[in-house]
């Protein structure tokens, strides 16, 4: 029996990969390489020491799906494939809304047909929108500010009304917060497409030379020292929290969410200082206004993933950077 990673080259489904093939279970990969490199699979092999299963393509395509379960004795997914980047999903809506919701619908649509109906669900705190105030805790209401935020609140609904309508589903959505850090073998991490919209990438990318400066998005909101704080995990911590959502998915029925967060926040400037006192790297910044739809304060309310899947983020903000930093200068060009 395997487990079906879809977007399982990219950066949260490659740390995961990992994390399964440490806790005995066997993975196969499906990936269109949309926003990962063949590259992972290798860094994969050399970490595991296994060969790890590889499909690629797109879960838009049913066929290529169906030849999957084919093929395969697979007893759960996880569901990584997704277009992620906000500011692009205002400009090319339809590409959000047709990869991440056809391309969920076709999977379910597949996975019904073959009678697999144990999904792991890659969600984002994104769908507790701007108005709800953290610690941010699983039964709050969603919104969206963006179609890639949307494409999540609805592919949350989805499952949950898969789910609702057939008993033998089992649904769970986990709520990521802000995943930072790498692998401690320096192998794996994350490599974004072109300039990294996100605040950690970034301050590598200064830190190695291939940027000159960081923006930091506003100093005057109401926050310790007027930037904004995030809840930011370590990607192993994160992965490690999927295998315990794993166990626990297979043998659940129905639908559960959980928060994927340390339940603390940290501020740009203290994420700056802590890049530079570990990693001894100056980091140049300058403050820039606000970037639309950014909230002040975004951070979890994570007891009922450590209540229910005995989940709890075990690593520092250190370790974050210290991961972050060994991927970044191992691999200054990503995969590349
Ligand atoms: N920031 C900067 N400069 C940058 C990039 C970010 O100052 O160059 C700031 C932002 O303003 C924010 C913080 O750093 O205060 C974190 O920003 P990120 O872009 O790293 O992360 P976000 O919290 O905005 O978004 C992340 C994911 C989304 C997800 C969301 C859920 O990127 O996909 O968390 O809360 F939806």
Known sequence: MSILLTGGAGYIGSHTAVELITAGFEVIIVDDFSNSSPEVLNRLKTITGQNIPFYEGTILDKTFLNNIFYENDIEAVIHFAAFKAVGESVEQPLKYYKNNITGTITLLEVMNAHKVKNIVFSSSATVYGINNISPLTEELPTSATNPYGYTKVMMEQILIDVAKAD?????????????IGAHESGLIGEAPNGVPNNLVPYITQVAV???????????????????????????????????????????????????LGTGKGYSVLELVKAFEAENHVAIPYVIKPRR????????ADASKANKKLGWKAQKTLQDMMRDSWRWQSQNPNGYQ
């Open 292 to 299: 639309a739809g950014d909230i002040a304060t975004c951070y």
């Open 167 to 179: 008993p033998e589903w089992s649904v769970t959505l986990l709520r990521y917060f802000n995943p």
């Open 209 to 259: 030379g291939k940027l000159k400066e960081l923006s930091i998005f506003g100093d005057d909101y109401n926050t310790l020292d007027g930037t904004g704080v995030r809840d930011y995990i370590h990607i192993v911590d994160l992965a490690k929290g999927h295998v315990l959502a794993l166990k626990q998915n297979l043998g659940a029925q129905g639908s559960d969410i959980f928060n």
